[in-house]
């Protein structure tokens, strides 16, 4: 049966994340190109340019304590490439180690997860305010079986709004997922979030996110979300690199997580 979510029904964090983006798209901004980057969740409209790539290598390790221990050491790459100046077609392989803990011994799984295929389209652009469009598809490459994959094609579509006004930007994203699955989760899912950059000293940015998203597990009412602070330092004009730290801020999220990354463009 097709499920249905209405914006009522939305828990106090996302309503406190519309309130952000209303304030968000108030603001005055001036004329500059915005780049989100990781370890921020949140993405943003920025395109890598007409015939330009950019390499992504990404690891998050993560410790969830509840009813039993449950750690995740997710690495992944991320490619993406500029079909034109505007429209970017992105490819993300994920690889997970994930070890649970708990009365009935330990147990051990890894493998290759679910990989996506995703274009982003920049539809508007005036000044330093800019939106975008990424639809989206996953790939059941991951065995489900073994929790490392949804077991079918799923889909998604990203609404990303960016502003710059320096030294800050602002980014915000809603999405919904079509979350086809093998394990009896949800299938209707939403995600909304909202981030910032400040750059401290040349080259260094502060970044700080926060979010959340339905939760898949269909016994639970209650979501995860998140909130996240880190570091991005560009060691120069093409290649960054970055650390974060992110804690859940409720129970069906992670406790804590660590990530970090590098950023190289060509």
Known sequence: MLETWTLSGAPRILRCLLSLVVWFLSMLCLATDAFA?????????????????????????????DGGTTNTT?????????????????????????????ENGTSKVDGISDVSMEIKWRFYEQGGLSFALKPGLTLPTGDHKKGLGAGK??????FIATMETKPWAFYCNFGYFRNSNKLDQRRNLWFASAASTVEVAQGLNLA??????????????????????????????DFDIDIGVKTGITNPETDHSVLAGMTWRF
């Not at 079909?83 to 970017?88: A, G, Q, R």
């Not at 094609?153 to 990203?158: C, E, G, N, R």
């Not at 926060?210 to 597990?217: C, F, L, S, Y």
Request: aromatic share 10%.
């Open 37 to 65: 980057a990781h370890p921020l969740v949140t993405d943003d409209t920025g395109t890598q340019g007409q015939g330009n790539l950019q390499l992504e290598a990404t690891v998050e390790y993560g410790h969830d304590n």
């Open 74 to 102: 997710e690495a992944a790459t991320t490619l993406s490439y500029g079909i034109t100046n505007s429209w970017d077609i992105v490819l993300g392989i994920p690889y997970q180690f994930v070890r649970t803990k708990d």
């Open 153 to 158: 094609v799923a889909y998604d579509l990203f």
């Open 208 to 237: 700080v996110n926060i979010g959340a998203e339905r939760n898949t597990d269909r016994k639970e009412n209650t979501d995860p979300a998140f909130i996240l602070g880190g570091l991005i330092y560009s060691l120069s004009r």
